[in-house]
């Protein structure tokens, strides 16, 4: 993959991201502009994640059994559609359908993923998620920063304009960029679409490192979404006073994993995922620590609240590399689907510790959320630590030697469509691999 096309499709991912995103920083002015009230017009925001799940669940499995470029295209052309009648939306029961349809066409990024992972070696491939991924970060980060400023500019349908415009422009665009025909953007299965829906449900069942990395993620990120959800409401109380502005501010350090996520990229490829895991946990676990410390309030406590937030993004965002890298190597007929589950669970995590996160908090305040956290760090280290040497030992063989290797170890591995034994026997040129 040249440089060029990496940095095309990273900033795909910072534009299919960043469309889930920026109706966060407009909603009051949503609720102006279609005179109803800011409780009502978060059902916006809302609908945008709902359909974005259901696009996880019923696009993305899509990826290995369509051919990845005109799928791309569309999915990037029906979202610059419905970003276009979002803009034009007359009451807010239209702007949430509205919404809800860009969610759900703009899983792009989930494509382009398992996607880039085929198309280069097996050495290359941490390095290459970790640029995606960084391109991700910008497009969530700086997307609240676009859609307020636009926003309060010229109105809140600008920055819907503005965006269904540039995601029009980036589809074609892509159409040209893209090769097509190629190992990595044909389609490795021809099942008909009901078994493509249920095959993420048997990749749990049948692959142990799958449901190994699905479980580091979900507990991973819903001590992250637990910390998110309840530091508004830290900073809001008197030990701060501080309002929503602070919170966006806050969330700019994690720029700083735009430049961590390639580095972690390259470490899978050199040491392989588990050590990188590793490394993971224990930031997240040390980042429960020191947010602990940010209950004192005043500058110390914001400083340590920057320190412990800023670790704790480096090591869920270092941990994701890590997971997918270890996920996409286990079988590379089913990288999309692979992706649904591995993403599925994720985000099952994530909500669940948002929930968690907000009912501790009320309960004992910030040290509980804190503590929840730490808890969950601690359950997702035992379980690696319960993990057979053998098998954590063969991830950095399997990431070396490519997926003949990785199905080398004896773990059961799936069967596709037709009942055979998933066991690659070609080498990585096939147009099945």
């Known amino acids: 993959m040249s440089r060029r096309l990496l940095l095309l499709l990273s900033l795909t991912c910072a534009f299919g991201v960043g469309n889930l995103y920026f109706p966060q920083a407009i909603t009051p002015l949503i609720a102006a502009g279609l005179g109803t009230s800011v409780d009502s017009a978060t059902l916006v925001v809302t609908a945008v994640q709902i359909g974005y799940t259901v696009g996880i669940f019923l696009l993305v499995p899509l990826g290995d059994r369509l051919p990845n470029r005109p799928l791309l295209v569309t999915l990037l052309t029906l979202s ?18 509205a919404g809800a349809f860009v ?10 993923s398992p996607m880039a992972a085929g198309m280069v070696p097996a050495d290359r491939r941490g390095a290459v998620l970790g640029t995606l991924l960084s391109g991700s970060i910008g497009g969530m980060l700086l997307a609240r920063t676009f859609g307020g400023a636009l926003g309060e ?24 960029a893209l090769p097509d025909g ?36 979900a507990t991973v990120f819903a001590g992250f979404s637990a910390v998110w959800t ?13 309002g929503a502005q602070a919170v966006g501010m806050l969330a700019l350090v994690g720029a700083a994993t735009m430049v ?14 588990d050590p990188v895991n590793l490394a993971a946990l224990l930031g997240t676990l040390g980042a429960a620590a020191v947010l602990a410390a ?19 993004d480096v090591a869920m965002q270092s941990g994701m590399i890590a997971n997918k890298t270890r996920v996409y190597e286990l079988r590379p007929d089913a990288r999309s689907r692979l992706n649904t589950a591995y993403m599925t669970c994720g985000y099952l995590g994530g909500s669940a510790g948002s929930w968690l ?10 040290p509980a959320v804190c503590a929840l956290v730490a808890l969950l760090a601690v359950l997702a280290l035992a379980r690696h630590l319960a993990t057979p040497l053998r098998r954590r030992g063969t991830d950095r063989a399997a990431g070396a030697a490519g997926p003949i290797a990785a199905h080398s170890t004896g773990e059961p591995t799936g069967l596709p469509a037709g009942g055979r034994c998933a066991v690659p026997v070609q080498v990585p040129e096939s147009p099945h691999e």
């Open 103 to 112: 969610g759900a066409t703009t899983v792009a990024a989930q494509i382009i």
């Open 357 to 366: 996160g907000v009912r501790v908090y009320g309960l004992a305040g910030w």
């Open 260 to 273: 961590c996520t390639p580095l972690a990229g390259r470490h899978v490829d050199r040491r392989g995922s």
């Open 153 to 176: 500019w010229l109105g809140w349908r600008a920055p819907y304009l503005v965006a269904g415009a540039l995601v029009l422009a980036l589809a074609a665009v892509l159409a040209r």
């Open 80 to 97: 610059g559609v419905g970003l276009l009648a979002a803009a034009c939306a007359p009451t807010l029961p239209a702007l949430v359908a």
């Open 230 to 242: 309840c530091l508004p409401l830290l900073l809001a109380e008197p030990a701060y006073g501080l």
């Open 294 to 312: 940010g209950g004192w309030g005043g500058t110390p406590g914001l400083a340590v609240l920057v320190l412990g937030t800023l670790l704790l």
């Open 182 to 217: 190629t190992a990595a953007t044909a389609p490795p299965t021809r099942q008909p679409y009901p078994a493509l829906l249920a095959e993420p449900l048997r990749l749990l069942r049948a692959e142990p490192e799958l449901r190994r990395s699905c479980f580091y993620q």
